[in-house]
């Protein structure tokens, strides 16, 4: 089993910046890929931006150029820089991690990108 806990979301003004982080513990040894999703009302979750243990990384092209994923190994943590957020970044962010025979989740963190 693996547990995950999100960190950072909030209010930001467009334009401005959040960082989330999501911290692993239990078996982290098994994690493969860590990685952040996004749901807004009404609209289904949807892929953010996955590493993977080597640091191959994906984006959803809404988010190239504007957010970056980084993951340290050594505290089985992944981060999300998100910059020139819109207002249609606004979601609950959830963090994922997938190992060899499961994918787990977060609770989800609130990021509302509003003036």
């Known amino acids: 089993q693996v547990q995950l806990v999100e960190s950072g979301g909030g209010l930001v003004q467009p334009g401005g910046s959040l960082r989330l982080s999501c911290a692993a513990s239990?078996?982290?040894?098994?994690?493969?890929?860590m990685g952040w999703y996004r749901q807004a009302p009404g609209k289904e979750r949807e892929l953010v931006a996955l590493?993977?243990?080597?640091?191959?990384?994906n984006y959803a092209d809404s988010v190239k150029g504007r957010f970056t994923i980084s993951r340290d190994n050594a505290k089985n943590t992944v981060y999300l820089q998100m910059n020139s957020l819109k207002p249609e970044d606004t979601a609950v962010y959830y963090c994922y991690a997938q190992s060899l025979r499961s994918g787990y989740w977060g609770q989800g963190t609130q990021v509302t990108a509003s003036s």
């Open positions: 239990g078996s982290t040894f098994s994690i493969s890929a």
């Open positions: 590493i993977t243990r080597g640091g191959n990384i």
